[in-house]
């Protein structure tokens, strides 16, 4: 496959997800990347040991093209609100379902907090185009919570707010050039 603009942006949400029905990856270049060993075949697709080192190639120039600086500073302002995030699902985590719980309130300061990120993610979208679509993302999960599914505010195994929120945070460690080790190191 040589367009590595589509290839990106596939094996990075593999990579993230940890595997992904083909269905969740209805994309026509999928059967290039199975058949060019990157992905594996199969209802579930993961990544290869190839598709790994490819990936951290594609990452490796992505990263080579956007300014250090600029990337750290998308990643701290991030880093505030997501220190004001954490607590807030940690709390529904623990409290959903229970008589006391709010999910109104909840749903009110993840709002806020959604607002006080969108600006930070097209900050990201300057730098790596693919980073603008976290936004579109995020605004599905939330829009699905307030018209009261609140469980699409941390479902696992699906783009359930939490779950975005991990992977663009996941993604805004590695266009800054740092990895989860050190993230977890200086948190």
């Given amino acids: 496959m040589s367009d590595t603009g589509a290839e990106l942006p596939i094996l990075q949400a593999v990579r ?25 075949d199969g209802p579930t697709v993961r990544l290869t040991a190839d598709g790994r080192a490819r990936l951290q190639r594609l990452l490796e120039a992505e990263r ?6 600029a990337a750290n500073h998308v990643y701290a302002d991030f880093g505030a609100v997501n220190a004001e995030l954490k607590p807030v699902i940690s709390h529904w985590q623990q409290t959903r379902g229970t008589p006391d719980e709010d999910a109104a309130a909840v749903l009110a300061r993840v709002d806020e907090l959604h607002r006080a990120v969108l600006p930070v993610i097209a900050a990201a979208g300057r730098l790596a185009p693919r980073m603008r679509t976290y936004a579109d ?19 696992p195994m699906v783009d359930s707010y939490h779950t975005v929120w991990f ?21």
């Avoid at 059967?31 to 060993?37: E, N, R």
């Avoid at 805004?172 to 977890?184: D, K, N, P, V």
């Fill in 137 to 155: 993302r995020l605004d599905a999960a939330l829009r699905l919570a307030k018209a009261g599914d609140t469980s699409w505010l941390t479902r």
């Fill in 16 to 40: 993230l997800k940890g595997r992904v029905a083909r269905h969740d990856l209805a994309d026509a270049d999928l059967g290039a990347l199975i058949d060019s060993g990157l992905l594996t």
């Fill in 167 to 187: 992977e663009l945070h996941e993604e805004l460690i590695g266009l800054a050039g740092r990895t989860r080790a050190e993230e977890a190191g200086a948190g």
């Fill in 64 to 69: 080579a093209t956007v300014d250090a600086d």
